[in-house]
Structures are given as C-alpha cells and as structure tokens.
C-alpha cells in the first residue's frame, strides 16, 4: 500500500532553516511526480513544490530561491530544504503522490497523502 510519511518540521526562527523529509513506500517513487503542500490556518492547501519523476522541479513563486526540492531514488524518499523561513511559512505541510499527467501544484492532481508535519516560525 501506498505510504508517505513526513518529518522534519518544527519550531524555527524567521531566517531560519528546515529539512523536510518525506519517506515513501508502496510505490518506486522515481515513476511519479511528487510534491509538497502547505496549509496554514484559515487558509486553503497550496502547492509549494513539486518534483517529477524526470528531475524537473517546479515551485510556489513565493518560495522560489528559498526552497529546494530533491529525491534519493535509492532511498525512496523527497526533500524540501527550506531556508530563510518567514513567519508566512508557517503551516502544515504535506507530502503527495501524483501518479500521470503533466507537472502540477494543484492539490487536485494528486493521488495519495502524508500525514503532514508542522512548521512554525516564530520569533
């Protein structure tokens, strides 16, 4: 079965940084696009990044020269370096499958879900 577990998140200072990790299983992650996704309260769920299974990065205007997507094929697994973090970066931010079609960051297109990992940033 399809798995995706994050982890990584936590309490950071504006200008700060995190590494998030989203360790998958079920599935040959390099075979699929996937992405993250961020939802802050009162907000609605929002692309922030994605990766496809050809290298192909794509990101959030607001986080692009900040964030960084990668994987590790041999370990199955996508990363989201985050660097100078603001306070608007705070928000639940989830992993995501999407297994066809083209490159996307609408949470629509998207098939299996993490269960998230909290980002704080705070002074």
């Known amino acids: 079965q399809v798995q995706l577990v994050e982890s990584g998140g936590g309490l950071v200072q504006p200008g700060g940084s995190l590494r998030l990790s989203c360790a998958a299983s079920?599935?040959?992650?390099?075979?699929?696009?996937i992405g993250w996704f961020r939802q802050a309260p009162g907000k609605e769920r929002e692309g922030v990044s994605c990766?496809?299974?050809?290298?192909?990065?794509y990101y959030k205007g607001s986080v692009k020269g900040r964030f960084t997507i990668s994987r590790d094929n041999a370990k199955n697994t996508v990363y989201l370096q985050m660097n100078d973090l603001e306070p608007e970066d705070t928000a639940v931010y989830y992993c995501a499958v999407d297994s066809d079609g083209p490159p996307s960051l609408s949470h629509f297109d998207y098939d299996y879900w993490g269960q998230g990992t909290q980002v704080t940033v705070s002074s």
């Open positions: 990766i496809t299974s050809d290298g192909s990065t």
């Open positions: 079920g599935f040959t992650l390099d075979e699929d696009a």
